[in-house]
């Protein structure tokens, strides 16, 4: 299957400090990433949608102000957690389509975000 | 009601049995039904996905979709310890991001 990489895969910071997540596909390019969160012993619940040259698409409920989403190219998409708070501590994980006619979904390996 | 249900379990199977996972979605436009395997501490990994009614299979996994009961299932055959995860069940619904239930914990017991 395809690759997708997310960096960092662990981070532990400050409350306040803002977190810069990337999530890149390795072997094909990837019009639209998706941003999911996990939370212990709960399933991934959709954050936002990234496309590619245009703004995303957040979930209700999803603080568009506090999670940035840049989709600069066609591998690349990043997650910032701005201000971050021990409620954000989660798991983040980013997954890619291919182009529009594909359903399949590849998933990165997910970023564990500790806010102390 | 959730969009898709799993029965979280645990579901403890002995090694060598069928496990059957079992899900149900709300949306009748669902299109495309995707399992998943999780591992602790892991992001999910594609197990298959079915588009058609009927039954699907690949190797020791067969996914089943019968859309006018709304509900899609995994067996696993010759279950095996390592085959313990969380299976998540994913649905499609046409907005391209997937739909994830809940999961469902198994243990196969050696």
């Known amino acids: 299957g395809a690759v997708v990489s997310q960096h960092p895969s662990r981070v532990i910071c400050k409350s306040g400090t803002s977190v810069k997540i990337e999530c890149r596909s390795l072997d094909f390019q990837a019009t639209t990433m998706f941003w999911y969160r996990q939370f212990p012993k709960q399933s991934l619940m959709l954050m936002a949608t990234s496309n590619e040259g245009s703004k995303a698409t957040y979930e209700q409920g999803v603080e568009k102000d506090k999670f940035l989403i840049n989709h600069a190219s066609l591998t690349l998409s990043t997650l910032t957690v701005t201000s971050a708070h021990p409620e954000d501590s989660s798991f983040y994980i980013c997954?890619?389509?291919f182009g529009s006619g594909s359903d399949e979904q590849f998933f990165g390996p997910g970023t564990r975000l500790t806010v102390l | 009601q959730k969009e898709v249900e799993q029965n979280s379990g645990p579901l403890s199977v002995p090694e060598g049995a069928i496990a059957s996972l079992n899900c149900t979605y709300s949306d009748r436009g669902s299109q495309s039904f995707f399992w998943y395997r999780q591992y602790s501490g892991k992001s999910p990994e594609l197990i298959m996905f079915?588009?058609?009614?009927g039954d699907k299979e690949d190797g020791r996994f067969t996914a089943q979709l019968n859309k006018a009961s709304q509900y899609v299932s995994l067996l696993i055959r010759d279950s095996q310890p390592s085959d313990s995860a969380t299976y998540l069940c994913?649905?499609?619904?046409?907005?391209?991001?997937?739909?994830f239930g809940s999961g469902t914990r198994l243990q196969v017991q050696p």
């Open positions: 997954s890619a389509r």
């Open positions: 079915i588009y058609s009614n």
């Open positions: 994913a649905v499609d619904t046409g907005r391209r991001a997937l739909t």
